[in-house]
């Protein structure tokens, strides 16, 4: 054995333990909750949730004592990288999935569900996010979006015995699956233009050529398709709607998140590390994509009666705004990508508590109409506070979070010095005027109308959920009011590139 | 521009006392009501108390200099600072903000409006309060925004939540309208960031002091115009701006009374400020370009206002078209471009914030009595309440233009001043826009007399002759009217007043642009 | 090389897989038309790997090929459940949600 | 003296004018005149605060307020009286410095047309003077300065005296560079003026203790004198034209509230407003003119009344400008005085209590516009291009005012409406006398005016309020043997507005006519031009006036009492809710009666304050004392004007046409119609319609009487009848129609056209838009929802699709 060892010249490539600690540690408590399904069966569900909070929060140690350290990582020949960016989003990932858990806590505990493998495919699929967070070839990423895409499938179809529900997972997986096959042929064609995986080859080869080729501009564009589909841009975003009206709340919250974020986080890892040097396709690509996307997105948010769906469609317009930055990232690529990272963090923050406040409400309405909403503030004062601070940040009204990360958006566009630039910043505010009529009409019916049937009993919110309330609160108004933005903006894939 | 910095903590805590005092009554359960409405009145009494200080503390031999000033880091990664001064320009607006609160949360001492929750309300008053003074004090455009945007929300609510039949409606309206306009204004104020450059560090700035000094030297008169075009937007949606001002009579219409005096007297405030403060002074060759065009829209907003006016049978929409017209001067003034007329501007917004404040406070005592504002159902007001109807007619005149009254130097000034104004703008076409403007006062005094014979003069109609519910002014009322009835008479008398402060200030911010070669003219 | 010919027959597979997926209301067919195309990326991979003398490629298929597997078997699980549910995997008749 | 002389007349000097006619050192009532308009200011404050809890309702403060003030007038009169004929004291810097130098040429202008050889001049120069007040020094006046410089040696120039009008003023504000002052201008002008309202104001006041008497709001009229008086103080005392601005709107709100005050109903309510926004359409004259004239003349920095007139005066302000700007304030004066076509605010504003109408609407208010004019005088000179006969707007709309409305006051059967356009008559005599340059007359018309017309108004009050209503045909009649005292006020009121000898209306409306420049036939030449027009339009204007006023008397005071049989239902006599006496009427008492006395005395007396020159019966010292005293003549603010020569052929001509008219409607009511009256035993107010009187005639058996003065017959039954009938209907027509209508369709469009702005434009143009773009977002939206079927396949197409088309579109087009 040693001998055949010996014989290959096969050497094996130099393990940074530290830099792969977070996700080495989730992957440890992952499998130590299903040893503890396997091995205690329904004794072990009091302390699943338990234990993947403590998974998350123990993940959350390497990542800050790797950003205290502040070296720059590199593994596998450049195809696992740690450095500011990634640790910021490994963070974000893990804390988004901090809240899910919250947020999952009661919801999951009360339904009669599987809590076990719940936990453990929600830590899987955040290890899938945590490791996209540093991935930094095509291999890595296509096996991190699986990792992280293939237990959100099943967390979708969790209430197994919901139609809904298995529509929302059938939905769902066909098209990520669909989705994977077209950026799969299309990382092929870039694998075969470049002849490399690792993004920063592919970058340098691409670079090198004068006029994109067809097969470049096809494969970029199918790449790209993929990551649009899991960002849920438009034309891809089909699935979202009916995915998030029929998943468990919880896991619509994780999907509109962290799954999303993922996606932004592959995507920028590709466009900044592996086609920087193509932006003469990229930009206007993700120009389309980002001008349709948080138009029509905010266009059928309008019509929507169904809290969840419209939080859909307004995700599909966030999207759109995230990916405006995108569009001028050859001009400045660190305002943009800084643009992109605090739009994710602060949008992570306000969507989560969205969806917290729609469950606390949910717990007594059973609904997600509109419509039930109505007199919200005549009997859940605070919730209505809540979920006004989260709906108006989503907004972009100051001094709320989300104005924050529009800020930045527009700034970046604004800082390209170009036409095109300009031209979508104005979408991005006349978009923003549109969006805030279906955000202000939730606020109106919550403040400004009778409660339904005059009912004003209590809601009932246990704590798990005030605590996600309160933290997302927190956060959203924290960035609204330029108190944490901190180093997110240092962040630079460029140097990574080495371009 | 130098800049005195005596007392950093002071800005700091005139703008935020009333936050802290909202977060303060956030810890007291809802029903407690006596307890939020004296904290509530105890907090803008504090910031009253802090904004007198500010008065006793300002240098008035330097006016035109910032005061108070600080610079603080604040978010880096953009390059927005935590700037905040304080010139002759915002001076006399602080000093209506800080005025008028009180008098507000002394009048809701007895007029919590339906669905009630007095401590909601209070509460989104105070920020108002804090989001209003921060406009005025910020020396930094992200600062500024930020703060400019604060008001929104409480404003949308105190609508959406204790507004009259359609407050859905019209507070969607003001929301979307003015988020429009905010959302181009922040695009322009981009703009004006990357294409500037701050002399001394080499970077860009939102230093509204740096921008100033600029006067945006360096920047191509296409991009100019545009630029000035956003912000025209963003600010005349807030003033409001014909054609930008349908939002105005049915948020005020609808909303509360303590919401349209407070929207009256400082939150339109906000718009004018912007143009002087911000586009004015940062970008003189395109407000130069563009001041016929703002001229244009003052007059137009004057006369259109006035006419509609005229078409209202609803009293409160009868005084919220007036402001379009009244805020048509100020805009005339400022379109000018010469610190007289800008100085007149000045004098207007505080003159309009006072009367129409005021009139709107008569207004929401009517509907109290009568139950109604429908111009043709009331009548003889003077004959059941007495002094209310007097102090209407007084109101009424003073809004006309009155001389003797704060009205007067709002507009004449600003009409003077369209004879002549900067050079480099077409004379000619301010002349006309002068007589144009002039005629806008006959119509003020057509509607606003026929308001006023209407509804306080005549018999008392049969429906109303005999309710006992028609009392007039309480107490509480006079306690909250009296300071307006009085600055108005006193500012009437002695503009010099507000004027002594507001000159050097407007001389310095226009100085700026002479470098850059815009001319003053009459100074 | 005979490049071309591999890339051509790719791409037709991956015409035949998409066309199979649009058009197939059965779910299991929709499967299979799924492994049409992740083949056809596979025959991509493996070509332009041979092209370059570059592992990666092989490396890269063999990544897919794993993955794929999984994923059907979630697919599976999901018509399953679907079947369970609805004694049916036609899958146009799943649209609850809509809009 | 001779340097001063040269200082004060700056056309001599040589070199930019530093100097004007302008000094801040004099009597202290002179420099503190500010104290006057502070009286009833305060009275005013004292009296809305305090009033209700005092013993007489705040009617204590206005009078003593009032009264103080009149003293404090009297002796700044008396100190003006002084100062005009012994200055000595410093001439102010000139507030014009600055401003480009005075025109070369201009010494010619200003004296290029002087026909002032008045033989007077040279004579006057004795220590009487015709009020009265005593200066201890002979001199010239500056006109004759002027005169006798250019004359070069008549003896007079060294010792002459300039004109020094007396200014004191101080900062109000500061804005934009342009410093604001407020300030007092003493001089001739305004000193008279002061006179003039203090005196009319306290009569007023002490009458009114009795006529609003009861009034529920008594304390509130009398602020509102008080305010008034205040107000109109401040605006003549202005020394810069923004202060008279603000006095002006002033008064016009007071007029408003005063005017309203019974706005109980709406007809009242309806005038006042009507007064106000007539008022406020010459505003935008004012505005208008004031501004041009601040930046024209001013040169953009001050508003001093003295430094513009100075400016213009010296040729400094181009044409274009001052004709703009005299256009401009000719709309001020045409609404504020009541001038053609826009008086039509002044008859409705009889709806006010009569005291108020004897003050404002006849005495003081509506003479601002008058005043002003006079004041900035070389706005209009030059503007206007008065001296030169040329035909100008101000001459020609008072000309016409005067006769279109003396026409009017012929077919009013209110009395007050008599009155008020008798007013808007002799405010167009006093625009006609200004627009011709016969700038003294116009002063001095509207100074005696005061007096008798404040008698009549006040005496119709008290006809009025022992009968309680203003009605002569219905509820008068009689009048003489009720009310002999006020009978016979008020007969001196009427014969001294005809304009009878030696009454006050005489002196003043032939020195107008005499102004006209007359024509050469009378000996009447040499004013600033010739305007023969203007002159008979005066002519007619005084028969007219002689012959209204007859019947007035007529109707009010004789024939048979025809009030009495029917109760005070009438709307008019509000001050009387509570009197419940229905008998006979009876005389006012003393409050009342007493200001018709003092007032009676001055439309007896006060004309001689101006004897023209040439009147010999008196000495030639007590001559043009008016003129002396008044007219800033040879101050470097004001114009050159000459001065027509008075001719006794004209005084006698224009008497007789008076009494012509006086004569004819004499015959017409006390013989024809108070004969038939008798004869038939009815109460007849007026014969039936001339022209198809006949039979009427022939049965009362005056068929005799017909057939021998068939020439009376033609002249009542055509001139006579058809002036009072068809002519005067005819311009009543049109003032009701045509002018009054233009005035209620300009309203009424205005707020048609703004409901129709605000339905179409607003609510449909704009809304719409906004409203229509929320509604295709919306329909969009709905659309666009469709996109999701809930078919995985159709998204699943849709993704395929959107892939291969965006690489379609790609590549295809960066292949380009």
Known sequence: MSALLAASDFVRPPIDWHAAAPELTLLAFGALLTMMDIGWLERGRKASSVLASLALLATMVPIITLAADGNDRTMFGGAFVVDNYSLIMKAMFVLAGYVVVLLSTNYIAEGDYWENEYYGLLLSSILGMVLMASARDLITIFVALELLSIPAYMLATWRKRDLKSNEAGMKYYLMGVFASAVMLYGMSLLYGSSGSTLLADINVALSAAGDPSSVVVLGIIFVTVGFAFKVSAFPFHTWAPDTYEGAPTPVTAFLSVASKAAGFVALMNIVFVGLLGRDDVVEPLMWVLAAASMTVGNLIALRQTNIVRMLAYSGVAQAGYMLAPLAVYGDVPETALGAVVTYLVIYAAMNLGAFAVIMAVARKTRSAEISDYRGLFHYAPGLTVAMTIFLFSLAGIPPLGGWFAKFRVVEALIDANNASGVVLGIFVAVNSVIALYYYARIGLAMWGEEAPDGDLSKVDVPVSLVAAIGITAIVTIAFGLGLVVGDFTDVSLVAASGG | ?523 | MLLNQFLLLAAALFCIGVYGVLVRKNGMLVLMSVELILNAVNINLVAFGALTDDVGGEVFALFTIAVAAAEVGIGLAIVLLMYRNRRSIDLSEADLMKG | MNALLAAALPVFTEGPSEVSSVTREANWFLENAFIIPLLPAISFLLILFFGKRMPKKGAEFGIAAVGIAFVLALITGAAWLDHRDNFDGQLSESPATGIEPAHDDHADDGHADDGHEDEGHEDEGEDEHAIGVVADDGSTSSDEVALAVEAEGDGHGEEGHAYVAVQNSTQWLQSGGIEFSAGTLVDGLSVMMLFVVTLISLLVHIYSTDYVSGDRRYTHFFAFLSLFTASMLFFVLSDNILQMIVGWELVGVCSFALIGHWWEEKPNSDAALKAFLTNRVGDVGLLVGMITLFFAAGGGQTFDTLSITNTINQGGVSHTALVVAAAALMAAVMSKSGQFILHTWLPDAMAGPTPVSALIHAATMVVAGIYMVARLYPVFWEGMQIPGSSINLLATVGAVTLVGAGLLAFVQTDIKKVLAYSTVSQLGYMAMALGVGAWTAAVFHLFTHAFFKANLFLGSGSVAHAVHSFDMKKDMGGMRTFMPQTYKTFIIGSVALAGVFPLAGFWSKDEILVGTGGWGIFGGTGGPGSYTFHLTMGMIGAALTAAYMTRCVYLTFHGEYRGGDHGHDDDHAHAHDDAAHHGDPHESGPRILYPLYILSGFSILIGLVNLPPGFQLVPESWQERFLHFIEPAGASYFPAVGHATPSWSLAIISSLIAFGGAGLAYWYYFVKVDGLARSTGQKLTELPNGLVTTNAWARAGHKVLVEKYYLDHLYTGIIAGATKGPIARAANWTNTHLIDGVVNTAGETAVRTGRQVYDKIDQGLIEGFINGSGRVSDATGQELRRINSGKVQNYAAILFAGAAILAGAFIVILAL
């Open chain 2, 1 to 523: 521009m130098e800049t005195i910095a005596d007392l950093d903590w002071l800005l700091t805590a005139l703008v935020f006392a009333p936050l802290a005092g909202a977060l303060v009554m956030a810890l007291f359960p809802q029903d407690e009501e006596e307890l939020h409405k004296r904290l509530a009145l105890l907090t803008s009494l504090v910031t009253l108390g802090l904004g007198v200080f500010l008065f006793v503390e300002f240098d008035y031999d330097n006016a035109g200099r910032l005061q108070q000033f600080v610079d603080w880091d604040w978010i880096e990664v953009i390059g927005a600072g935590y700037t905040m001064g304080v010139d002759g320009m915002s001076l006399p607006l602080i000093g209506l903000t800080v005025l008028v609160m009180p008098l507000v949360f002394i009048y809701s001492w007895d007029h919590i409006p339906k669905p009630g929750n007095a401590k909601a309300f209070l509460m989104l008053m105070l920020i108002l309060e804090t989001g209003m003074i921060g406009t005025f004090v910020a020396q930094d455009l992200i600062l500024f925004f930020v703060f400019f945007e604060v008001v929104l929300l409480p404003m949308f609510f105190m609508i959406a939540v204790w507004g009259g039949e359609d407050r859905r409606y019209a507070s969607l309206k003001f929301f979307l309208y003015t988020l429009f306009g905010s959302a181009l204004m922040l695009l322009s104020f981009l703009a004006l960031f990357f294409l500037t450059t701050d002399p001394a560090t080499g970077e860009h700035t939102f230093n509204m002091l740096v921008l100033s000094e600029s006067a945006g030297d360096g920047i191509v008169r296409s991009t100019q115009l545009i630029i000035f075009g956003g912000m025209f937007i963003g600010f005349g949606v807030k003033v409001p701006m014909f054609p930008f001002h349908t939002w105005l009579p049915d948020a005020h219409t609808q909303a509360p009374t303590q919401g349209s005096v407070i929207l009256a007297a400082v939150l339109l405030k906000l718009g004018t400020y912007g143009f002087i403060r911000i586009a004015i002074p940062m970008l003189p060759e395109a407000a130069e370009a563009w001041a016929p065009w703002i001229g244009l829209f003052a007059v137009i907003g004057i006369i259109y206002g006035a006419l509609g006016c005229l078409a209202q049978t609803d009293m409160k929409r009868l005084i919220a078209f007036s402001s379009v017209a009244h805020m048509g001067f100020v805009m005339l003034g400022i379109a000018t471009l010469t610190d007289f007329g800008i100085n007149a501007a000045i004098f207007g917004m505080v003159a309009h914030g006072l009367i129409t404040g005021m009139l709107f406070f008569i207004a929401g005592s009517v509907k109290e009595r009568y139950h109604t504002l429908e111009i043709d159902r009331l009548g003889g007001m003077l004959v059941q309440a007495p002094k209310l109807g007097w102090i209407l007619g007084f109101c009424a005149m003073a809004s006309l233009g009155l001389p003797g009254l704060a009205g007067f130097w709002g507009e004449f000034p600003a009409i003077l001043s369209a004879y002549n104004p900067a050079a480099g703008i077409p004379e000619e076409t301010f002349r006309g826009y002068m007589v144009v403007a002039a005629i806008g006062t006959v119509l003020a005094a057509g509607y606003l007399l026929w308001l006023l014979q209407r509804t306080a003069m005549g018999e008392p109609s049969e429906e109303f002759a005999n309710d006992p519910e028609i009392t007039d002014v309480s107490t509480i009322e006079w306690i909250a009217w009296t300071p307006f009835l009085f600055l108005i008479v006193l500012f009437g008398v002695a503009p010099g007043l507000i004027f002594e402060v507001t000159d050097p200030a407007v001389v310095e911010s226009l100085n700026n642009c002479i470098q850059v070669g815009c001319e003053v003219a009459g100074g």
